[in-house]
């Protein structure tokens, strides 16, 4: 990203400011000012010149350059108005060696979920894969997983939307009974090096502007449940809430319990190992669901999880 652009706009957020002194203040042309202006404009910032000199007065919604204005987290923005999938470009990233990046783009041609499953990926959703690389052992990893649907339940939330967490990383709205929309789903990808995370990529796929015409059958959008919404403040908020999450790794569990719908019902967990049909009683650390069974307590560590009606 050009520095000097950055450092322009970040003065007519803070505006209105004269062309001639915001020249000598970044040591640059007038005349480089007046360009970076106008590239601002052309990538669909408004730019109102005032009698007091340049003024911002709206922000596109998406965009490296809109991503990380006025973003209170630590991360740098790798933004595509379209990727085959943000989770892979987030992985190449971090084999390469990058740290608090985060892939943002505005649609994905090859959307990734779990298990060779597909995420459906249409005009107005939030693709964002964060690249974290925590000191903490591999055993703790699952926690940045339960911290992106902390994340992203809390951000949903603020944005109006009843969003809670059916285990282990799906955001949902419930319906009736046993009934839910998904909102959002989480892909989180790993790579560990002797008993440490080396790193890991939280993907998450959150249907925000989206028309639910767009989306599979049980899905649902923030757009559907509260009216249409502000792309840039939500993944701002998203990532805001992860960096304060990854940063208090304790307070995940907790946070995760308070969002939880799984917890109390009736759940058919598919593992490797046969389903598991019982309560959900417990999150235990580091995100096993424990389930009361007919033939006593088990602790599930992976698998798909299905609220059932109560019998
Ligand atoms: C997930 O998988 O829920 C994880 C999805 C993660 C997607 C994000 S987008 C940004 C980043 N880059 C990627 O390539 N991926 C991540 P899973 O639990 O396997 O659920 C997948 C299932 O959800 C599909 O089989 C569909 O049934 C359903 N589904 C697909 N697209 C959906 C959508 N947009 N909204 C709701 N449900 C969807």
């Known amino acids: 990203m050009n520095e000097t652009r950055r450092r322009v706009l970040e003065a007519l957020?803070?505006?209105p400011v004269a062309g001639p002194a915001l020249a000598d203040d970044l040591g640059v042309s007038r005349n480089a000012v007046w360009k970076h202006v106008e590239a601002?404009?052309?990538?669909?910032?408004?730019?109102?010149?005032?009698?007091?000199?340049?003024?911002?007065?709206?922000?596109?919604?998406?965009?490296?350059?809109?991503?990380?204005?006025?973003?209170?987290?630590?991360?740098?923005?790798?933004?595509?108005?379209?990727?085959?999938?943000?989770?892979?470009?987030?992985r190449d990233l971090a084999e390469d060696g990058a740290a608090d990046v985060a892939v943002v783009a505005d649609g994905q041609t090859g959307g990734r979920g779990r298990l060779d499953r597909s995420w459906t990926s249409p005009p107005g959703g939030i693709y964002l894969s964060a690249v974290l690389r925590p000191d903490r052992p591999l055993a703790d990893a699952p926690l940045f997983t339960l911290a992106a649907a902390v994340a992203t339940a809390r951000t949903a939330r603020e944005a109006g939307v009843d969003a809670r967490i059916k285990w282990?990383?799906?955001?949902?709205?419930?319906?009736d009974e046993s009934d839910y929309r998904k909102l959002a789903g989480i892909l989180t990808e790993l790579q560990g090096e002797a008993d440490r995370i080396e790193w890991t990529v939280v993907g998450?796929?959150?249907?925000?502007?989206?028309?639910?015409?767009?989306?599979?059958?049980?899905?649902?959008?923030?757009?559907?449940?509260?009216?249409?919404?502000?792309?840039?403040a939500i993944v701002q908020r998203l990532l805001e809430s992860l960096d304060d999450l990854r940063r208090?790794?304790?307070?995940?569990?907790?946070?995760?319990?308070?969002l939880a719908l799984t917890l109390g019902q009736r759940v058919r967990v598919e593992t490797p190992d046969g389903d598991v049909v019982g309560e959900a009683v417990a999150v235990e650390h580091p995100g096993a669901l424990v389930v009361a069974t007919d033939e006593g307590t088990v602790s599930v560590s992976s698998g798909d999880c299905e609220h059932l009606r109560p019998v």
């Open 13 to 15: 957020a803070d505006g």
């Open 40 to 90: 601002l404009r052309a990538a669909g910032f408004e730019v109102e010149s005032t009698a007091d000199g340049y003024a911002l007065s709206s922000v596109p919604e998406s965009g490296a350059l809109a991503l990380s204005l006025g973003l209170d987290a630590p991360f740098e923005i790798d933004y595509h108005g379209t990727v085959d999938s943000t989770n892979r470009r987030a």
């Open 168 to 175: 282990p990383n799906d955001v949902v709205v419930p319906g």
């Open 204 to 232: 998450v796929g959150l249907n925000a502007d989206v028309d639910a015409a767009d989306l599979p059958a049980g899905a649902t959008s923030v757009r559907a449940e509260r009216g249409t919404v502000d792309r840039r």
């Open 248 to 258: 208090d790794p304790d307070a995940v569990l907790p946070a995760w319990r308070d």
